[in-house]
């Protein structure tokens, strides 16, 4: 059985059986396939590179090529048990629109994303004055497809306002579970539970 | 270049043998193989309200039905296409149209399925249409022919399908109008269909398309051979209009970077611009090749006929406007493809079917495949679009 990645390891874990996901953002299908193998999920996908979507059709998953700031809007409302963000939301021009979309087609919806606000990334900006390019932000800032840098309290701070709440929440630190205390400081990830 | 499938019936003749729907399939049962003919009795019931009886089919099949056919795979051809998918084209003596798709280790197999392909309603190359003598007159139908549709063709398929066993379609799979075919299967017979590839093509004719049509059309019946329609007793067809009809179709199949790449401005065997009408530049010899070999293999009458089925075709239409209505009744997974220099049905008209999909909480996958090579790319090699069909087909659940 393949390693899922770290976050996406705590999302399968989390994805009640037999529910119905979409996964957006969804890479070569990884997630899918495990929550569809293990899970007996019935998962879609979307995403923007089609070698990607090409990689996750061959594996027989059902997946489209399209982009999380324009192709949500064609979904109906509540339409899945959950709808999957991980490590996608930085990169979208309107992270807070892609959010309500996500809560309107998903009864609830998983976020993850890498903080900005990690020691690593402060003391790369701090004490060297550049943009930092490390294991967590391997891009340069020309080149990185983040585009909307945030940090854990920058995303509890939208939910909160947006009146979003927080069903559930996990820490990561490398492949290791980080505690909450210091998580702004001490998680190189976060993962969100939410529903609206 | 040219190869035949191997195949486990025999190559010749025509099949005269009734309907036998109970029959258990055999791998030398006369209905099976190349270079098949079948008149059903029908009647097929038209969209116009008219009926067609009998209902003829020119057909081919690769590969061998296992127990209950759930194997079975449709495939439909585009516009001008026929049934000769994977094996050599009998007036030209080309490969098949989609060999690079369909044979041995390709990614629809004969060594796992069972695989269908025919001629459509309207066409030419066996199938009723306009040049087959109407049973009342025993002349041709010419203009009598009735006007078809998408729909139609589609319904003389399953009539096809009824004839050779074949309750339940693993894959119905097209491009372009093929493509249409295969959309028109999921709203026509949700039930007997398990998937759906639709490569290249669109729910509904946009005004550029009918327009594109319609200078065909034109061209064609501008000819004074047309004479109405009636040209087939004098043996004398229109080929000169419907030479121009391919021509400007064909345009429409390429790309403007595909053309410029081809031909550029470059001139036909000559050194210096003639200044006369003769074909100076490479791309008019191209072209005008293009024309006159398309007149030796199709029939003009056909032509009109089919591009206006096209022309009407409006799934969303069929379904009280809205096209995920046209989905709802199946449980059939979906695959969209298009082509990103695609002009002639857009990766936009592709788009529109996928949300229509996913309005319908259907089981959706939609890639759009880079190519130079325009419309004509689900045609050319392709590994992108072969992996994504072979992965489609072959680990869908």
Known sequence: MIDLRPDLAIIARNVAPDSR???????????????RDRHGVDARGLEIDPANVSAAVARGLSVVQGDADTDLAGYPDQAFDYAILSRTLQTTRRPDRVLDHLLRIGRQAFVSFPNFAHWRVRASLLFGGRMPVN????????????????????????????????????????????????ANIFAEHAVFLLHR | MARRLATPTQPTGLN????????????????????????????????????????????????????????????????????????????TGKPGWWSRMVGPGKPIDPDRHFIICTNVLGSCMGSSGPATIDPATGAPFAMHFPVITVRDMVRAQAMLLDHLGVSRLHAVVGGSMGGMQALSWAATFPQRIEAVVVIASTARHSAQNIAFHEVGRQAIMADPKWREGDYYAAADPPAAGLAVARMAAHITYLSEAGLTEKFGRKLQAREAKTFGFDADFQVESYLRYQGLSFTDRFDANAYLYITRAMDYFDLGEEHGGLLANAFRATDARFCVVSFDTDWLYPTSESRAIVQALNAAAKRVSFVELSSPFGHDAFLLESPQLNAVVAGFLGNGR
């Open chain 1, 21 to 35: 996901v979409l996964d957006i953002g969804c890479g070569d299908g990884a997630l899918m396939a495990a929550l």
């Open chain 1, 135 to 182: 294991r967590l932000l391997p891009e340069r800032w020309y080149d990185t497809p983040n585009i909307h840098h945030v940090t854990i309290d920058d995303f509890r701070a939208m939910v909160a306002e947006r009146g979003i709440a927080i069903d559930a929440e996990w820490f990561l630190s490398g492949d290791k579970r980080a505690r909450p205390a210091g």
């Open chain 2, 16 to 91: 005269q043998r009734p309907p036998g729907r109970n029959q258990r399939a055999m791998p030398d049962d006369a209905r099976y193989g190349l270079r098949r003919h079948v008149t059903l009795s029908g009647p097929l019931s038209l969209d116009s309200g008219a009926a067609l009886t009998p209902v003829e089919f020119g057909y081919e099949t690769y590969g061998v039905p296992n127990a209950d056919a759930s194997n079975a795979i449709l495939i439909c051809h585009a516009l001008t296409g026929d049934q000769y998918v994977a094996s050599d084209h009998p007036v």
